[in-house]
Each structure stands twice: as structure tokens, then as C-alpha cells.
């Protein structure tokens, strides 16, 4: 069936460090991929999509370029802040009967001062 | 617009109890998602409605079950709690079926 697998951290940063969380998925035909991510305490908050090959998902200086030759959908960030401290999920979604929606396992990202 | 909204925040019940959990959509969305998040693990698919109908679940028991209402907001229900079901519970909607999930807040369920 449909997977996604992510780096699962903790990752650590220090600010204004770059930022990658990989993300690989497994999915038969032409999945949308999606960055979500989860503050503190609140639910989740859609952070960036991308809905087709070479599709670039960009929001609040994160980036993510769905890479079908590759099966990834790496999430960049050029220069972290502390409020950037979450937990971010990748996720795809797929008309795929059965399996529908499939979520990493999530990445913990602590950035300090 | 307001977002999606879940009641209650916060749920306290005994081992062998019945839960139930609210979830208003965005307006205008029609499908509502189920995920459970238990410490520890991930996200976790439960139940996906549209338009009235279940349209897929995940691998859960049968005592996880839901509804969703004519007016597109829905319920999950758990029944004969356990210990493990203590988790947050995420709904999500999104305008058409499969299309861009956006998440409420949650509900906190402690099985006690």
C-alpha cells in the first residue's frame, strides 16, 4: 500500500540554520503530497502542497518540490526561527480505494536561540 | 471564515465507557476526516465521510464508528473504551473528496 516515510528526529537547530526534513513515499499512480505542521498543543495547520510532478509548494519561507523521478517531497527552509519549533508531518493523498490518506511519522524540529 | 471547530477540547472517561466527539466542518466542505494521534505514534486514518456517507475507514475496530450529518458536521463515537484509546482525535475537512485536508484542533481523550 500507500506509504510516506520521513526523517523522524528530534533535529535540532540553531537559528538562522538551514533546514531539510526528507520525505520519501511509496504510492501507485499520481498522489498529491502535502507539509503539514503542529505547533504546541494545536492541531494540525497545512503548510505547503503540491499537486503534480515538479510542482513547487512554497509558504512562510518553506519550500517543498514534489519529485516523482525521485519519489520525494523534501521540506527547505533557508533560515529557521525559534517559532519555526514543531512537529511537521508530510502526508499524501491519493484516489486510491482502501488507502486513502497516509501520514509520515513526523519530524520534531527544536530550533534555539 | 472559521475554521474547523471540535468539541469537546478535553474528554475524561472510565475504561469501558462510551465517548463522543464532535466536528464541524469549514463551510462548504463536504468531506470530514477522522485521524487519531496517540503519545508516540503518528497520525493515525480513522474515517473519512462525504456527503452523508463513510467513505473509507482505516484499520480500526468496529467500536470506532461516526456519522455524519445533513448539514456536513459529524460525530465519532467510541464505544467500549480502553485504556489505549487515550489519544488526541483530529478532525479535518476539505472542499471535495480528497482534496486539502484542513484540521481542527482536537480533542484530548484520557481513558481512565
Known amino acids: ?113 | 471564515e472559521a475554521g474547523v471547530t471540535q468539541s469537546p477540547t478535553h474528554l475524561i472517561k472510565t475504561r469501558g465507557q462510551q465517548a463522543t466527539l464532535r466536528c464541524s466542518p469549514i463551510s462548504g466542505h463536504t468531506s470530514v476526516y477522522w485521524y487519531q494521534q496517540a503519545l508516540g505514534l503518528g497520525l493515525q486514518f480513522l474515517l473519512w465521510y462525504d456527503e452523508g456517507e463513510e467513505r473509507n475507514r482505516g484499520n480500526f475496530p468496529p467500536r470506532f464508528s461516526g456519522r455524519q450529518f445533513p448539514n456536513y458536521s459529524s460525530e465519532l463515537n467510541v464505544n467500549a473504551l480502553e485504556l489505549e484509546d487515550s489519544a488526541l482525535y483530529l478532525c479535518a475537512s476539505s472542499l471535495a473528496p480528497l482534496g486539502t485536508q484542513y484540521f481542527g484542533p482536537g480533542t484530548r481523550l484520557l481513558v481512565l
Not at chain 1, 34 to 43: K, L, R
Not at chain 1, 83 to 92: E, H, I, K, M, P
Open chain 1, 1 to 113: 500500500g500507500d506509504s510516506v516515510t520521513q526523517m523522524e528526529g528530534p533535529v535540532t537547530l540553531s537559528e538562522e540554520a538551514f533546514l531539510t526534513i526528507n520525505c520519501t513515499y511509496t504510492a501507485t499512480g499520481y498522489p498529491s503530497l502535502f507539509w503539514y505542521v503542529q505547533y504546541p498543543g494545536e492541531g494540525l495547520q497545512l503548510l505547503l502542497k503540491a499537486t503534480k510532478a515538479d510542482d513547487k509548494g512554497s509558504n512562510k519561507g518553506f519550500e517543498a518540490t514534489y519529485r516523482k523521478e525521485t519519489t520525494s517531497f523534501h521540506l527547505e527552509k533557508g533560515s529557521v526561527q525559534v517559532s519555526d519549533s514543531a512537529v511537521y508531518f508530510c502526508a499524501l493523498s491519493n484516489d486510491n480505494y482502501g488507502q486513502n490518506f497516509v501520514f509520515g511519522p513526523g519530524t520534531r524540529l527544536s530550533v534555539l536561540p
